[in-house]
Nanobody
């Protein structure tokens, strides 16, 4: 009923930039927060950045000053601008959203399909 579709991943050299996007669609009543997580091989999935409906943001310490999360409410889309990429940023990046559906009226958590970001040295 609700889908989060990601795009923008790829392979870049260290110091380069990528912009991820995640578009939510389906029976959406409201979205109170959207976020990006990442998971490297053999590691747990960790929060990278989160933005609320009030546009407040939080970032992992490892990406502060390099990554920027933003949101387009009209399109139910969240972006992650990644600058000064490092090999340590290599991971699968997952979009996450807390969405109230028109069917249930309650918030549930949804995940995107994952986008591979590889930073070469």
């Amino acid at each position: 009923q609700v889908q989060l579709v990601e795009s923008g991943g790829g392979l870049v050299q260290a110091g380069g930039s990528l912009r991820l996007s995640c578009a939510a669609s389906g029976s959406i009543f409201s979205i109170n927060a959207m976020a990006w997580y990442r998971q490297a091989p053999g590691k747990q999935r960790d929060l990278v950045a989160r933005i609320t409906s009030g546009a407040s943001t939080v970032y992992a310490d490892s990406v502060k000053g390099r990554f920027t999360i933003s949101r387009d409410g009209a399109r139910d889309t969240v972006f992650l601008q990644m600058n000064s990429l490092e090999p340590e940023d290599t991971a699968v990046y997952y979009c996450n959203a807390a969405i109230r559906t028109t069917e249930t009226g309650y918030f549930d958590t949804y995940w995107g399909q994952g986008s591979q970001v590889t930073v070469s040295s």
